[in-house]
């Protein structure tokens, strides 16, 4: 039994206030309090946090959150609402007007957001950075000429040609976000200033940076918008997807991607819910059409006939996504609906080598990162590919010497790469990566179609929604064509979190809207 | 004018560290160079013009003839500048001296826990060979060595974190508290110190077994000089030496071992800094982190080396001898 003497209570008692006074946690003991939620990020903050010199969805992620565009995007969807601004209007193909809303002022005694900093946002996407190099998101507003202001708080927005794809992939994204002139003159938003300063209008400011360590956002005192659910938001860098996960079992975390592999696991668990968002991203394995004997469109066929995708996908994912027929996901303008959706037959397959002249098969390497599910594809190809005599030797490769071998020459040497390319709201920003030019950049197949170049141009450069989707279609048929592409996934976007939380994603899962954040 | 022996030891000591510092630096540059994928490709992801990566190339002196990026490297680390982070500009010097407390803290903790169990379970198993306790701790010793460190941490988590909710996981705590900080450091500690544990343990039984039955200890005992004091006191010191030198080597194996703590415990520290840096082949900041890292265990196997001379008296015997 129990002892519940004076000198054991008075012992214990002591012993919490000596503990408590040294900062000592209790995690048993210890409440989540709901006015503060810690989410995990893959990594640390790298780089500036200007919207033209951002790195990455990381940075871009915090500078959505404390700065404002004149649109931004609705959670879960690629709608967007009005922003910052009060209109924004497409006056013809080379003008949109804007006017902002008053009163929205920069934090940290920066003054009130004007047109002249609309003016110095959008155009600081074209002058070179400090160090005389161009802007790593320059192509994002490569369209624009000009921001011409007419009022403290109206203005136009001129652009060299039509240029469709600013409605979806900059206005509402983090290309299209504003930030203070005056606080950019003075040496904000430099990751190599401590402690760093981002001055936005947002609903957050970013009130700490430990470098590998935190990230804090609080909730902007001036904020006119409605107010957000949360008082802090703590952004906490975990490399490691099992440590994220392990760290939301102890409830540590509170939101944090997981593996598609995973996924039903985590479900298992109590007090864990979660989100599966279909994504609009594309992964495929391709085939380089300049090298023998993928320069034979019998060989690409009967490669293509002979992986099962959904077994692929079975094995890889856990049955997690579904098969993807064409690069654009649906959903998308230019999703092609009646794409072909083949189905394996390696007894064609193995007809259409013989008379490609390799009855035998033939041997040839597969190229991928180093990441367990695209290792999981890569063998299950390999075994597929071997039921027709085709032997498939694996390449695993870490990011950086992955990203290298398709570049300049040594991508003629390539056979087959399996790739994974994110994808954006509007269809000119997937096409881009395919056309003549990107041929030892990007283009790893090494596929030149002038028909598909001529369509995908002039589908980004007119406003006709019902022919830009008509364009984009014939240039996807254009590929399918080519035998080049053996389309995997769209890929699904998994979050795992507690339940009294409603995380705010867009859809192709890289991009956060943490203001957006709520309890459920 | 003639340097006494024990001073000479210490000389060519301190010689031999400091030729084993620039065969590592140099070394360490040549294989930089042999990792595929241009780094400022890396750096700027897919959506990087040909200009950007050119402009990039420059400002990380890639373009450079390798002999004169060689001698610039070696004549910067002598000026003590290791270059500047080329993804957020600030010195390199100044994100290692950050982050190498957590690291130090860390190995120091794991070397301590290590220490402070493996020196008694050795201890106790050397003074009752073929007991239970013995036999058990054998077999536990090895199960301790044999276990991967990661296989540890993400059992230790499971345990103390996720079932018992008794211990974090991430971090180093918020808030300054240095009983935060502690609880944090237990698990990254335990999971890196457990196999040096068994180590320890099992190295100190031989080398103590060994000892007790040389002839002085004999002797001590016909003199009736009491067991405890001739355990503790003689040849415990004796035994030691191995042990020492294990544990200098250990430093720089928990060094490296350093790195996947921090990165299952996301921790910050050398380890992150330098994984961070290789995915995105951000050269100085690799480049000062392993020299800092190469720096830290050359000094402590040349401490260990001048260690012997206190624990071995018979040491500085013999080097005054072969003068």
């Known amino acids: 039994m129990t002892d519940f003497s004076r000198r054991r209570i008075l012992g214990a008692a002591a012993t919490t206030a000596i503990l408590s006074a040294t900062g000592f946690p209790f995690p048993v003991l210890a409440q989540q309090g709901r006015t503060s939620i810690t989410l995990a990020i893959g990594r640390d903050i790298q780089g500036l946090l200007t919207p033209p010199e951002r790195i990455g969805p990381i940075e871009g992620n915090i500078i959505r959150t404390v700065c404002q565009g004149l649109i931004r995007f609705k959670p879960g969807s690629f709608e967007w609402e009005l922003s910052a601004a009060k209109t924004l209007t497409q006056v013809s193909d080379t003008e949109i007007s804007f006017e902002l809303n008053p009163g929205l002022t920069f934090h940290g005694g920066y003054g009130e957001m004007t047109a002249d900093d609309v003016k110095f946002s959008f155009e600081l996407f074209a002058k070179p950075t400090a160090d005389g190099k161009p802007a790593g998101y320059a192509k994002d507003w490569a369209s624009l000429d000009h921001v011409e202001v007419t009022g403290k708080y109206t203005g136009k927005i001129m652009l060299k040609s039509a240029a469709p794809q600013l409605w979806l992939v900059v206005l509402p994204d983090n290309s299209g976000l504003i930030i203070s002139k005056k606080a950019f003159e003075a040496g904000c938003y430099r990751s190599d200033q401590q402690p760093i300063k981002v001055i936005g209008t947002g609903a957050y400011t970013l009130a700490e940076w430990v470098p590998n360590q935190r990230v804090v956002l609080k909730a902007n005192p001036d904020w006119k918008g409605e107010k957000p659910a949360f008082a802090e938001v703590v952004l906490q860098p975990v490399r490691d997807p099992k440590t994220a996960e392990l760290a939301l079992r102890a409830n540590e975390l ?267 | 004018m003639s340097l006494s022996p024990k001073l000479r030891y210490v000389g060519s000591r301190l010689v031999t560290t400091l030729l084993v510092l620039l065969c590592a630096t140099i070394l360490l540059f040549g294989l930089t160079l ?48 290791l270059g500047r982070d080329v993804i957020s500009g600030r010195p390199v010097l100044d994100l290692v001296l950050e982050v190498f407390p957590y690291t130090l803290t860390l190995t120091l903790a794991a070397i301590g826990l290590a220490v402070v169990l493996g020196v008694p379970l050795g201890c106790y198993a050397a003074t009752h060979p073929g007991s239970w306790f013995d036999q058990v701790g054998a077999v536990t010793s090895v199960a301790f060595i044999a276990m991967p460190n990661f296989v540890v941490a993400v059992f230790l988590v499971l345990i103390f974190s996720v079932w018992l909710h008794w211990l974090p996981v991430l971090g180093v705590g918020r808030g300054g508290g240095w009983g935060d900080a502690a609880l944090r450091l237990i698990l990254p500690a335990l999971s890196l110190a457990l196999s040096w544990i068994g180590y320890i343990a099992r190295l100190l039984r031989a080398s103590l077994l060994e000892v007790l039955g040389e002839a002085h200890i004999r002797t001590a005992r016909a003199y009736g000089v009491p067991e405890r004091r001739i355990v503790y006191r003689n040849a415990l010191k004796l035994a030691a030496i191995p042990t020492v030198a294990i544990l200098g080597l250990g430093v720089g194996r928990l060094l490296g071992g350093a790195i996947f703590a921090e990165i299952v415990f996301a921790r910050p520290g050398l380890g992150t800094l330098v994984y961070d840096a290789i995915a995105v082949r951000n050269y100085p900041v690799v480049q000062a982190t392993v020299l800092v890292v190469v720096g830290v265990f050359t000094l402590t196997n040349l401490l260990t080396d001048l260690s012997y001379l206190w624990l071995d008296p018979r040491l500085g015997r013999r080097l005054g001898e072969g003068r």
């Not at chain 1, 996934?489 to 956060?512: C, Q, S, Y």
Request: net charge neutral; charged share 20%.
């Open chain 2, 34 to 81: 042999l990792i595929p994928g241009n780094p400022a490709e890396v750096l700027l992801g897919p959506r990087a013009t040909p200009e950007t990566v050119q402009a990039y190339s420059h400002a990380m002196g890639l373009d450079r003839p390798l002999l004169q990026r060689l001698l610039i490297f070696l004549g910067n680390v002598l000026r003590g500048d």
């Open chain 1, 254 to 520: 509170q939101f944090t991607p997981v593996e598609p592999a995973d996924a039903a696991e985590i479900e298992k668990e109590k007090d864990t819910k979660l989100l599966r968002q279909d994504s609009i991203n594309y992964v495929w394995i391709g085939l380089n059409v300049e090298k023998p004997p993928f320069d034979n469109p019998k060989v690409r066929q009967a490669l293509k006939l002979a992986i099962d995708v959904e077994q692929v996908l079975a094995g890889a994912y856990n049955g997690t996504v579904k098969p993807a027929y064409a690069l654009m996901a649906p959903g998308l303008l230019g999703y092609w609906a009646d794409a072909p959706k083949p189905k394996a037959d390696p007894a064609a397959a193995k007809k259409l080598l013989a008379e490609a002249g390799h009855p035998n098969g033939f041997k040839c390497t597969l190229t991928l990162m180093s990441k367990p599910t695209y290792q999981a594809i890569g063998q299950i190809v390999q075994a597929l590919l071997g039921e027709i005599g085709v032997q498939v030797d694996l390449q695993v490769l870490d990011a950086a010497a992955y990203y290298a071998v398709g570049k300049g020459d040594s991508g003629k040497n390539l056979d087959m790469a399996l790739q994974r390319f994110g994808g954006k709201a509007d269809p000119a920003f997937q096409t881009q990566w395919f056309v003549a030019s990107q041929i030892g950049t990007w283009n790893w197949q090494r596929w030149n179609d002038p028909q598909f170049d001529d369509a995908s141009a002039k589908a980004a450069s007119i406003n006709d929604k019902a022919e830009r989707n008509r364009l984009y279609i014939e240039a996807q048929k254009r590929m399918e064509q080519s035998g080049a592409y053996i389309w995997l996934t769209h890929e699904a976007n998994i979050f795992a979190f507690r339940p009294w939380l409603k995380p705010a994603v867009l859809p192709n899962g890289d991009d956060m809207l943490y203001d957006r954040f709520t309890t459920a």
